[in-house]
Each structure stands twice: as structure tokens, then as C-alpha cells.
């Protein structure tokens, strides 16, 4: 069945739309696809415009497990021989550690589907979406978000005001990481983007990153993408790092009064890509080609904010499902919300993160010694079951 599988939908050209593809592989019997992502209002958002047309298409039914990132289970799992998953939504820096770590399969830019107008893949795709191992499905963004309620008669407009507790007091949540907290500490002196990951590189830069963020009192650290959106919602905090997606979710359906602010946005890209030891690595493929369709690509992009990958998908985003929000407005690289953003930089991130982490989690519990608190710990307290120096990816708790 697998040979089959390949065979079909790797050799078929004619294939132009996530329907055909469908048509095309709904002949194989049907077994189940396990998808690990990352939960909440996105995945409710994948399921919707990725697994249930998926499995409407091929009779595969789609069972997804959630996670925070990381690739430490990655690791131990095909160091075992025992991987229980068939396709992993990671973000890039993630896959590019993985797959030089050999722990994923490298993959073929001939599965994927041609554009709406019969283009190759290659020319849809935007710069730096086609890995070795991974396909970048969609660009999300790290954000602050904030109260509206906070600050009667103002407002932060600019990351600076992330790290002034002056003029906007209130306790702050950031995510567990190193990867975005340095990149705003470094812009809140005024660093230019452009100079951002060569500072970084130094002792000065990291330290003064550091120093930065040690500044900050009432600051709470989260992990789960969920997380900051519930701190901010329970008043626990009046701003929060979190992801673009999860805060318009928080808006636009839950009417929760926090607001975007954009500037410093720091841009990553999602992909798909599929683990050694893979239990269906020729099904794996298919959804991968399926899902990256640009008619999938709208869909996804017209429930949840995140950029597509594809030039011809960006084109055909309109209003959301209900008809009432423009989502051209809401997603990353609009041009309005884009001004000031910073695209991370992966191949800093997989060189360098070990060294990173180790700064970031020796100033973390020194911080924390001092009494900064994590979120749902008394003051002074580890996580639990963390140990110094857990953090293994750049991209852990995304998106």
C-alpha cells in the first residue's frame, strides 16, 4: 500500500488542488494518520481546514497529539525505534536542529501540489519555506499583548514599553526561552534589527539582553501557548508575550479586552515534517502535500491569523469564515503590522543555543533567587520537573 501511495502521489504532476490529491490517494485503505501539534485555538483551527477535509478526502481518519516544542521526545523517540507519530508541525529552527541531528526524513519538493494556475511549487513558495526536512506551512509571530484596561488615557506602541514599568506598571509574562525575550531586550536600547544577532553573539550583547530582562518585576514565566492569554484574561498580568493567532482568537472570539501591539513582532516559520521512523511515512507525505496546498493554506489563514507560505494563498485571503474580519489586516506580514518586525534567525539559534540557554538559565535562577516568580510556583521555585538547563530547543512552546 505504501509503494502505492508514493507512487501516486509523487509521480502525478497533473495534481493542481488539495481536492485532486484527495481524489487521488482516496483509493488507499483507510488507517490512522497521528499528527503532533501544538493545541488550542490553533489546532482547533487545523482541525477545521487540515485534518477534517483531510480525512473527508481520503477516509484517514486524523488523531492528533499536543505539544509545548522541543525535540527532546523527538530525540528519545527514534533513539528507541519507537516514534509514534507521523507528522510533526515544528517551527523551522526546531527542523533545522532535528534533521542535523538525522531525526527526520529528508523530504522531496516534488510532492508538493503546483499553484491554483498550474506554477510549480518551487516559484510559489516564498524564499527559505523549503527545507530539507521541512515544508513551511505558515509565518507566525511572537507579540506582546496587553489590557486595554491597564492604561486609561494611553498606550504601549512600541517593545520599549515592555521594559518600562514607569510609564505602564503592572506585572509581565514572558515565555520560558531565551529565543525572543533577548532579541526585544537588545531592541529596547536601541539596537537596530539588523545588529541584533551580531551583538548577540558577544558577552556584552548577551549580558546586556540579559540584564534587561532581570530589570522586570512581577514577571511570570509561561511555557503552554495558552497560558498568556489566560494570565492576561484573570488580570494576573496587564502584559504578556504570546503568539499572534492565540491573542486574535482571544479578541475576535472571546472578546477578551487586550490589544496586539506589533512593533518588534519577531517572525518564525512553521512547518511539517515527518520523523525518522515514521509508522506512515508515504501517508505522512501525502497530508504534507495536501496540506500545503494553497487552498488549504487560505482556509487555515481565514480561522487563525498566521501567514501563509505560498505567494497564491496570500493573494485569496479575505474575510474570516463569518464574513466580519478582514484577516489580511490580522496576519504578520501585512505591511502595516510588519514595519518593525525581526525575522529570527534559525541558523543563529541552531549553532549557538546551547551556549544561549546556558546564559539565559544561569541569569534565570539567579533572577529567580531574588524572587521572581513562575507562574503557578511559590517564589524562588523551579518548575516542576525541570532541572537546569532543560531548555533543548529554540522554539519551545510554539506557536
Known amino acids: 500500500m505504501g509503494v502505492l501511495l508514493a507512487a501516486v502521489v509523487l509521480l502525478s504532476p497533473a495534481l493542481r488542488a488539495d481536492e485532486d490529491a484527495g481524489q487521488m490517494i482516496s483509493s488507499v485503505a483507510a488507517t490512522e494518520l497521528v499528527v503532533l501539534s501544538w493545541g488550542g485555538a490553533y489546532e482547533r483551527a487545523q482541525r477545521q481546514a487540515l485534518f477534517e477535509p483531510f480525512t473527508a478526502a481520503t477516509d484517514i481518519p486524523v488523531r492528533v497529539q499536543q505539544y509545548d516544542g522541543g525535540i527532546g521526545d523527538l530525540r528519545q523517540a527514534v533513539a528507541e525505534g519507537r516514534v509514534p507519530w507521523d507528522v510533526i508541525d515544528m517551527t523551522r529552527s526546531q527542523a533545522k536542529e532535528a534533521c542535523g541531528e538525522n531525526l527526520l526524513q529528508p523530504l522531496s519538493w516534488s510532492l508538493l501540489a503546483p499553484a491554483p494556475d498550474g506554477s510549480p511549487a518551487q516559484r510559489d513558495f516564498i524564499e527559505g519555506a523549503l527545507g530539507r526536512c521541512a515544508i513551511t506551512h505558515s509565518i507566525f509571530a511572537t507579540v506582546v499583548a496587553y489590557r486595554r484596561d491597564a492604561f486609561p488615557g494611553y498606550r504601549p506602541t512600541r517593545i520599549d514599553d515592555l ?126 502535500r495536501f496540506a500545503t496546498s494553497s487552498q488549504r493554506q487560505v482556509a487555515l489563514a481565514q480561522l487563525i491569523p498566521y501567514g501563509p507560505s505560498r505567494h497564491s494563498a496570500t493573494l485569496q485571503i479575505g474575510a474570516d469564515s463569518d464574513g466580519g474580519v478582514d484577516m489580511r489586516l490580522h496576519i504578520p506580514t501585512h505591511p502595516l503590522n510588519a514595519e518593525r518586525a525581526v525575522t529570527q534567525d534559525d541558523d543563529w539559534y541552531a549553532s549557538t543555543y546551547r551556549r544561549v540557554s546556558d546564559y539565559f538559565h544561569a541569569a534565570l535562577l539567579e533572577g529567580e533567587e531574588k524572587g521572581l516568580m513562575l507562574e503557578g510556583e511559590e517564589k524562588g521555585l523551579m518548575l516542576e520537573g525541570e532541572e537546569q538547563g532543560s531548555i533543548d530547543s529554540p522554539g519551545a512552546g510554539r506557536p
Do not use: C
Open 163 to 288: 521594559f518600562d514599568q514607569q510609564r505602564f506598571p503592572g506585572p509581565r509574562a514572558l515565555q520560558r526561552t531565551p529565543a525572543v525575550n533577548l532579541e526585544w531586550a537588545l531592541l529596547s536600547y536601541g539596537v537596530p534589527r539588523q545588529e541584533l544577532y551580531q551583538l548577540l553573539s558577544t558577552q556584552r550583547g548577551l549580558s546586556l539582553a540579559l540584564e534587561r530582562i532581570a530589570e522586570l518585576e512581577d514577571l511570570q514565566w509561561w511555557e503552554a501557548g495558552d497560558t498568556p492569554v489566560r494570565l492576561l484574561a484573570e488580570k494576573k498580568v496587564v502584559m504578556a508575550s504570546g503568539y499572534n493567532g492565540r491573542f486574535f482568537d482571544a479578541i475576535v472570539n472571546r472578546g477578551l479586552p487586550i490589544e496586539i501591539l506589533w512593533d518588534g513582532q519577531v517572525q518564525e516559520h512553521e512547518t511539517w515534517a515527518i520523523p525518522q521512523h515514521a509508522p506512515h511515512p508515504d501517508m505522512a507525505r501525502a497530508f504534507i
